[in-house]
Every structure is written in structure tokens, then in C-alpha cells.
């Protein structure tokens, strides 16, 4: 069975202090990795995925098949970060389902 | 087009009522995934439709619960005798078949049964 957990549920920084929010999975075969983000009032969108390898909004997380891990990263925190993070992966069935953990709050303080 | 588009945004039922709510995905995007969220929880996936066809159904989805995309395009989700465990935040998504294949997730119908 795959599963994703996110050990935190709230997260709470000042603006411009390092941010890790952390994620592990299980599962046995190679999973897609995935960081949605749902800010107030909006819907959930895709922050980034493992396999594109890029930083949105200054983001970053790396795949560590060795730990399980995959970790969302940033290295100042701005006011406008404050937002729902889940971090989800996709299987290799080929449907692309998603299996989300239960999230992080993230809250960044002025 | 304004993204995946979900009707009712939310939905009060008496438990034991059937209810139905309708997902309008991306026009272009020929997969159409539904989640269920919880309070406290992340989205849990309920079932999966490539087109018309309805590929996958999660556990979760119990004999209650009846999904259809009739001309692969809009998608209905239907609860027959809701109990008040149905109370929950019901999500579509669609993605497209090439490209990031990136699901697109709407707005959510939110339904509490009473």
C-alpha cells in the first residue's frame, strides 16, 4: 500500500527564516512525487513535482528514494507563503491517481 | 474556459437523502478524477475516469456512491441515502492525457448531512 506522511500539521515561522516542511512515502515501486499548496479561499494547484526538478516561488524539494523523503524547502519565508502544503504521489498504474498525506499549515509571522 | 467548474459549491441534505453533484473539467483534459476530504485530512481518492470509462474506483467507494461521465465530459457524482460519515468536502480534478499530465482541481462541493 502507498502512503504519504506528513509529520507536522502547523508550521509556524517570521518572514525571511528558513522553511522545511517535511514528507515521507512508502511505497515499493518508483512513485511521482508531488507538492500541492492551497492558499485561503482558493483551490488546491500544483506547487511542483519531483521529476521537473524546478523552484516555484522560490521552492525547492528533492527526492530522497534512500530516506523515503521529499522534503519542500525555502530558504527565506515571505508573508504570502502562508498556505496549505500536502504533498502527495502518484503510482505507477499509469492512472496518475494521487495519495496525499494530511498536510501542513504553514504559517510565516511578520 | 475558467479551470474545472463544481456544482453545488455546497449542499445540505437530512440523512438518508440522495444527492448529486456535477464536475465540469477542463474541455480539452480527457481525465476526470474524484477525491473526498475530510476534515483534518488530505484529499482521498474515490474513483477515476479516462473519457467515459471509468478505470479505477477506490475501496472508499461504497455501493452508495455512483459515478458517471456519460459523453466524457461532465462527470456526476451520486450519494444515495447519505449518512452523516458522507459529510465532506468532494473534489474533481482533470488532467490531460500528454503534456505534465498535471491535475487541475476545482473549487469543491461541500456537503454536510444532517
Known amino acids: 500500500a502507498q502512503r504519504v506522511t506528513q509529520p507536522e500539521k502547523l508550521l509556524s515561522v517570521f518572514k525571511g527564516a528558513p522553511v522545511e516542511l517535511k514528507c515521507n512515502y512508502s511505497?515499493?515501486?518508483?512513485?511521482?512525487l508531488f507538492w500541492y499548496v492551497q492558499y485561503s479561499r482558493q483551490r488546491l494547484q500544483l506547487l511542483l513535482r519531483?521529476?521537473s526538478r524546478e523552484s516555484i516561488k522560490g521552492f525547492t524539494a528533492d527526492l530522497n528514494k534512500g530516506e523515503t523523503s521529499f522534503h519542500l524547502k525555502k530558504p527565506f519565508a515571505q508573508e504570502e507563503d502562508s498556505a496549505m502544503y500536502y504533498c502527495?504521489?502518484?503510482?505507477?498504474?499509469?492512472?496518475?491517481?494521487?495519495?496525499f498525506g494530511k498536510g501542513t499549515m504553514l504559517l510565516v509571522s511578520p | 474556459d475558467t479551470g474545472v467548474s463544481q456544482n453545488p459549491r455546497h449542499k445540505i441534505t437530512k440523512r438518508g437523502q440522495n444527492v448529486t453533484f456535477r464536475c465540469d473539467p477542463i474541455?480539452?483534459?480527457?481525465?476526470l478524477y474524484w477525491y473526498r476530504q475530510t476534515l483534518g485530512q488530505g484529499p482521498e481518492f474515490l474513483t477515476y475516469?479516462?473519457?467515459?470509462?471509468?478505470?479505477?474506483k477506490s475501496r472508499l467507494l461504497s455501493d452508495r456512491f455512483s459515478a458517471e461521465r456519460p459523453k466524457g465530459s461532465f462527470s456526476t457524482l451520486e450519494i444515495q441515502r447519505t449518512e452523516q460519515g458522507d459529510s465532506a468536502m468532494y473534489l474533481c480534478?482533470?488532467?490531460?492525457?500528454?503534456?505534465?499530465?498535471?491535475?487541475?482541481f476545482g473549487p469543491g462541493t461541500r456537503l454536510t448531512v444532517t
Open positions: 480534478a482533470s488532467s490531460s492525457r500528454s503534456g505534465s499530465r498535471e491535475q487541475y
Open positions: 511505497y515499493s515501486g518508483s512513485p511521482e
Open positions: 519531483h521529476i
Open positions: 502527495a504521489l502518484s503510482g505507477s498504474s499509469g492512472y496518475s491517481t494521487l495519495t
Open positions: 474541455s480539452e483534459h480527457n481525465r
Open positions: 475516469f479516462q473519457n467515459e470509462a471509468q478505470l479505477e
